[in-house]
Structures are given as structure tokens and as C-alpha cells.
């Protein structure tokens, strides 16, 4: 977390010798300051630093992709002339025990079309899901397990 301050003072740092303090020029500075940090990444220690930032990419990119692909289901299911979804609540069972963790993977799956965060269990163990089409929830469960809670327990321990 040290290194990302450093990029962000580095950054802004770049913008006031520049002058400008503009979004472009602010992310250009940044940007700039990742390619110094790697540059320098051996004798510094910046290894774990890029190795995270390729964790958390992944972790967005297959956000992306997870909501294109449920995008796609869920207008099928729409323009469909017989509805044929069996909504339900499932209980998932949790990996991840950190607040952050456990916020991320609650909002990613509801920023997913089809699935929806409804709560968590007070031991914390517990994630409960309401899915437009609950007829295979134990399906579900693995693909949020091998998708989302995986890449988030790679990204951020």
C-alpha cells in the first residue's frame, strides 16, 4: 500500500513540475511514476506491487467479461415469449472473511445482471443471493467460487 502512495506523490508530483493538474495530465503522471517504480522494482522491493496490479486487472477483467456474458443471458431470457426462470434466494457459502472482501464480492455479484446481494449472515459465513434463475444454485456457487471470490483472495492476500 506504501508503493501506491508513492506513485500517487510521485504523480502529483509530475503534475506540479508540469504545471497542469488536469485528469489527463494527473493519470499520465501516474502512469509515469508505475514505469519509474518498475524501473527501480529490485532494488526497492517493488515486485509484489506489479504483481498485484496484474491481480487486480484480472480480477476487473474478468468482472467485465462476467458482465457482458450475464448482460447477454438476461436479455435472452428477456425477449424470450415464455419466461421460463425459477427466481430464488440461495445461501453462499463464504472463503473470503475480510470486510473489504466480502463488500467486493457482494457488489460484484450485484452489479451482475440476474444476481443480487440480499445480506449477509451475522457470522459472516454466509452470503445470501437472489438469482433470476435459481434452478441449478449449486452451479452458481461454484462459478462464483471459481470466478469472483477466487480472483478477489488472489488479488488482495
Known sequence: MMLFFINVLLS????AV???F???NLAFGFALAMFALWLIREQVG???YFRRIQKVTSLALLFLYELLMSAVKVSLLVIKPRLDVKPGIFAYPLKVD???EITLL???ITLTPGTLSVDVSHDRRYLFV???DCSDPESTKRDIASGFERKIMEAFR
Open 46 to 48: 517493488t515486485t509484489g
Open 130 to 132: 437472489h438469482a433470476l
Open 22 to 24: 488536469s485528469e489527463i
Open 12 to 15: 502529483l508530483a509530475w503534475a
Open 106 to 108: 457482494a457488489n460484484l
Open 98 to 100: 475480510r470486510d473489504f
Open 18 to 20: 508540469t504545471g497542469s
